[in-house]
């Protein structure tokens, strides 16, 4: 599976932003999909997973009520909606691909294949 992230972007705090991942291969709608964000000088966080069939959905407690995880297998597609953003959002978001299951994996050993990462910037 190949992973290709987009949508980042400066904004303002409040503001709005809805980031893809796009991926390639048949293996996508049997994939657990996550996002992850890495601000600079500290570790890779998870922030939010969804299960191959969408059937089960999972955010980190800071996103919870403003971010919405959601897939298109159709279009071999993850999205994240992400509201309300706030400065302390800004990070290099990464989308990924993981083993299928109804538990939605947070660390970044559990996934297997990586996007290149889209930046998103929120002011203040």
């Known amino acids: 599976v190949q992973l290709q992230a987009s949508g980042g972007g400066l904004v303002q705090a409040g503001g709005s932003l809805r980031l893809s991942c796009a991926a390639s291969?048949?293996?996508?709608?049997?994939?657990?999909m996550g996002w992850f964000r890495q601000a600079p000088r500290k570790e890779r966080e998870f922030v939010s997973g969804?299960?191959?069939?969408?059937?089960?959905?999972y955010y980190t407690d800071s996103v919870k009520g403003r971010f919405t995880i959601s897939r298109d297998n159709a279009k071999n597609t993850v999205y994240l909606q992400m509201k309300s953003l706030k400065p302390e959002d800004t990070s290099v978001y990464y989308c990924?691909?993981?083993?299928?299951?109804?538990?939605?994996?947070?660390?970044?050993?559990?996934?297997?294949?990586w996007g290149q990462g889209t930046q998103v910037t929120v002011s203040s």
């Open positions: 990924a691909a993981g083993p299928p299951s109804l538990r939605i994996g947070v660390l970044p050993y559990e996934y297997d294949y």
């Open positions: 969804i299960s191959w069939n969408g059937g089960s959905t």
């Open positions: 291969g048949r293996s996508f709608s049997v994939s657990n």
